[in-house]
């Protein structure tokens, strides 16, 4: 408790005691506790000009407090002026820890539940706990709080403890208590599951409605028994077509089993409404594509556009749904019209710079890539102008792209730098991508991603500023597995510190165990270190997840180092086939002595 709250055993009568109020407004103290009297605390103040002939240096001996159960004392009066005085005041923190003391010491439910809902709007999930279980106990019957306390244990993910509350509750309440279990069931484990069926079996056999099948139906379908699943849902939806929640679910695991036309069949009855459900609507839509009924999906995705006009991520969603099932027109159509009115939306810019680029459209594209502003997509639609622009001739244009994308969107600088600097780079304009990368420097000298993409940029006989700069990064970023891995890898490379790069390399795949890349490093540093067989491990792990040609390259020679010249030989002309040219096969080739064509 805070000093603030604390009341003293003897009061002087200047200023009036709470307890002299009360005794001079005629109130007793064993008023019962009630939500009415917490309002009613301040029209005491009305009484408080009678006079009081009390000298001013006398003092008052009050009985020692004693709370009993119902009963107000002066000094819960006391606390529960305080905590609304210091609620109206904002002073959250103060009122709700008055109130759960109050809670505690009375037992009072009007007082756990103030105290409950002060913790519920402040976020406070280990108060609420206490003041809900408070309330419990002061108020057994009342749902409420046990709803709350489980709500707030399935959300922690201990489904058992919320059990035994959860099953309290059904016995005062329905709905809520099995809202709570149907969100949480893809969590449950397989015996929470289990428990939780048995629970709601038991309450079905004493009155079963359509939220309790329904959510039978979730918990048997989230057990993998999908014939008892859909008996519930269908149970549900005869003894209550109007719960569509039961013809979701239903229609959901239709779909799941890939039975898209028994879903859409489940579906159609509430689509003749006058405005049918959006979400039902919406997956009516999606299992058209999916069933491959691609006419009818195209005209309801329409009417579902039209339907709903003032729900513009939905329309968006259905242009999305449209342009991955590959009708190109119908979805430019419909972003086109989001643009013209949302202007200030720039995402459909996004996507309809995809649709011209599908087409072949490359300056419509880039119109349409350069005016994205939304931070979801902005770093790839110019990640995408400069695919579109990657020839040597298109230097000057995609420089001045860039350059007046840097003066509009400072918060992109060193991003679109790091683009220009790759571009050039790739395109054998090395010291001009340096010189870039130096100048963005100077202006952003602790940015890692200008530091990276300087050291990835710089030749290999300039090992230590590639390291310098490499540490400079995980100076910053020490759990940068990208950084960590590139210097391992670097060192395997240009240096003999193997076993520093092989820490380095390890470290970084504790952080991504399944990058393709890391496990490529960690291959290659094993095979330096003589360690073959196990190189073929995180090798072979490499290329079966990315069989880029560097990997199969390493591949290669570690086969060749087991004392494997038959795999090693099978794989190189393998990937000779789909990369002739290749340098780093090549550099295989010669370092097994493979035999020349």
């Not at 459900?277 to 329409?302: C, D, E, G, P, R």
């Not at 960590?484 to 395997?492: F, M, V």
């Not at 399944?514 to 960690?522: F, N, T, V, Y």
Request: proline residues 5%.
């Amino acid at each position: 408790m805070k000093a603030s709250i604390a009341k003293p055993r003897f009061i002087t009568a200047k200023p009036k005691p709470i307890a002299t109020l009360v005794s001079l407004c005629g109130r007793k103290i064993t008023t019962p506790i009630t939500a009415a009297l917490i309002a009613m605390v301040f029209s005491l103040s009305g009484c408080s000009t009678q006079q009081n002939n009390t000298p001013a240096t006398e003092t008052v001996q009050l009985p020692e407090i004693e709370y009993r159960r119902g009963e107000l004392n002066r000094e819960t009066l006391y606390d529960l002026i305080v905590a609304e005085i210091a609620g109206q005041r904002k002073a959250f923190d103060l009122s709700l820890e008055t109130y759960l003391h109050q809670a505690q010491l009375t037992g009072d439910p009007v007082i756990a539940q103030r105290a409950a809902y002060i913790a519920q709007y402040l976020q406070r999930p280990d108060e609420l706990l206490l003041a809900a279980n408070l309330w419990q106990k002061a108020e057994p019957n009342n749902p409420e709080p046990y709803q709350i306390a489980a709500s707030l244990l399935l959300h922690k993910g201990d489904f058992s403890a919320a059990l035994p509350l959860l099953q309290h509750a059904l016995n005062h309440s329905d709905k809520q208590t099995l809202i709570l279990i149907s969100a949480q069931a893809d969590q449950f484990t397989a015996d929470e599951t289990k428990a939780y069926i048995s629970l709601l079996e038991q309450q079905a056999n004493q009155a079963s409605n359509a939220i309790l099948l329904t959510t039978l139906g979730i918990l048997y379908a989230q057990q993998g028994d999908n014939v008892k699943a859909l008996q519930r849902f269908n149970a549900a939806i005869l003894d209550d077509p109007e719960y569509l929640e039961a013809t979701l679910q239903k229609a959901e695991l239709l779909r799941a089993q890939g039975a898209f036309q028994q879903a859409i069949t489940a579906l159609e009855p509430y689509m003749e409404a006058d405005l049918p459900n959006q979400q039902l609507f919406t997956l009516y839509v999606q299992l058209l594509f999916q069933a491959k009924q691609t006419q009818q999906a195209v005209q309801q995705s329409l009417l579902l556009v039209e339907t709903f006009p003032e729900e513009p991520q939905l329309t968006f969603y259905t242009a999305l749904l449209l342009l991955e099932n590959d009708q190109i027109e119908p979805s430019r159509n419909i972003m086109q019209a989001l643009l013209n009115r949302y202007p200030n939306n720039t995402t459909p810019h996004y996507y309809l710079g995809l649709i011209e680029q599908h087409n072949g459209a490359i300056n419509a594209a880039i119109d349409h890539f350069v005016k994205v502003k939304d931070n979801a997509n902005v770093h790839q639609a110019f990640r995408r102008i400069a695919a579109l622009l990657d020839d040597a001739d298109n230097r000057s244009r995609l420089q001045a792209i860039l350059q007046d994308a840097r003066n509009n969107l400072p918060s992109l600088e060193t991003q679109l730098y790091v683009i220009e600097a790759e571009w050039l780079n790739r395109h054998d304009f090395k010291d001009e991508a340096l010189s870039l990368l130096d100048e963005a420097l100077q202006q952003h000298r602790d940015d890692t991603s200008l530091l990276y993409t300087r050291a990835m940029t710089l030749d290999p006989q300039d090992i230590d500023l590639i390291e310098q700069d490499l540490r400079q990064v995980l100076k910053f970023e020490p759990d940068n597995a990208m950084a960590l891995n590139a210097l391992g890898y670097t060192l395997s490379l240009y240096t003999d510190r193997f076993d520093e790069a092989y820490a380095l390399i390890d470290a970084a795949l504790n952080l991504s165990p399944s990058d393709p890349s890391i496990l490529d490093s960690m291959g290659w540093i094993l095979l330096k270190q003589g360690k073959a067989n196990e190189a073929i491990d995180f090798l072979q792990q490499a290329y079966d997840r990315f069989p880029d040609p560097e990997v199969s390259a390493h591949l290669i020679q570690a086969y060749h180092a087991a004392g494997q010249p038959q795999a090693a030989l099978k794989l190189l002309k393998k990937e000779q086939l789909k990369h002739p040219d290749n340098d780093f096969l090549r550099d295989a080739a010669i370092s097994i002595n493979a035999p020349q064509d």
